[in-house]
């Protein structure tokens, strides 16, 4: 039998609907094989390099602080005019008059010798009179005339129980002792020393030059500087009966 290619075409169509209609209407019973594998997988590592951080920080550049500059002052300030203030006449006052010091000198030191150093001297309280101080020492200063502002000053103190009771200082210039051979204090005065009782005197002499001049009463004029270092402190007791 020849079939024609028409019929053979709708042949063909037919089936493939049966065959459709057959393969989604009845669920497939057949499994899947399962394949075990047989391979080993693999596993791929990739190197990482860490690089560590420097151990000291860079410090980031200083950036300059920008400055502006500052502009001088256009303004001109005018100057402050001085206030003239009226002075007050002062009176002219009295010049002031000084001194002319004397000129210094160092003459030495003299050495005492008499009252001897501790000795008694006995006097009697009644009356006006008594006996005399005789005061007498070595001078470095020789024996012949001196400058006649060139003496010697004797300072006298009396104490009883440690208590001042008296005292004097007197001048003589150097050619009056000289002259003399002593300085005498006189009786009145040694009376005075004691205050009426019994005292300890103590004495010692000093070379001084004065600016005027020494007096025959034991005083002297001017101002005065000392020649010299004060001499050994002598003692006499003084005592009244």
Same mark, same amino acid.
């Given at each position: ?14 089936? *493939? ?152 200082? *007197?001048? *003589? ?69």
């Amino acid at each position: 039998m020849k079939i024609t290619q028409p019929k053979w075409i709708v042949i063909l169509g037919a089936m *493939v609907l049966v065959l459709s209609a057959c393969s989604s209407g009845a669920p497939s019973t057949a499994m899947t094989p399962t394949r075990a594998a047989t391979q080993t997988p693999w596993i791929i590592f990739v190197p990482v390099t860490v690089t560590p951080e420097p151990a000291t920080i860079t410090p980031l550049p200083t950036v300059p602080v920008r400055t502006t500059p500052t502009r001088p002052p256009t303004r001109t300030v005018a100057p402050v005019r001085a206030t003239a203030t009226p002075t007050k006449p002062v009176a002219p006052s009295a010049p002031v008059v000084v001194a002319t010091p004397v000129p210094a000198c160092n003459l030495g030191t003299v050495t005492p010798y008499f009252p001897e150093n501790g000795v008694r001297r006995t006097i009697n309280i009644v009356g006006t009179s008594g006996p005399a101080f005789e005061f007498k020492w070595h001078t470095p200063l020789g024996s012949g005339p001196q400058d006649p502002t060139i003496g010697y000053r004797i300072d006298i103190t009396s104490k009883r129980g440690g208590q001042t009771v008296g005292g004097d200082v *007197v001048y *003589v210039s150097h050619n009056k002792y000289i002259e003399r051979g002593m300085y005498s204090y006189e009786g009145p005065k040694v009376r005075r020393l004691g205050a009426g009782d019994s005292a300890m005197v103590t004495w010692y002499v000093t070379i001084v030059k004065v600016s005027g001049s020494f007096n025959d009463d034991g005083t002297k004029t001017g101002t005065e500087i000392s020649c010299g270092s004060p001499s050994q402190t002598m003692l006499i007791d003084l005592y009244f009966e």
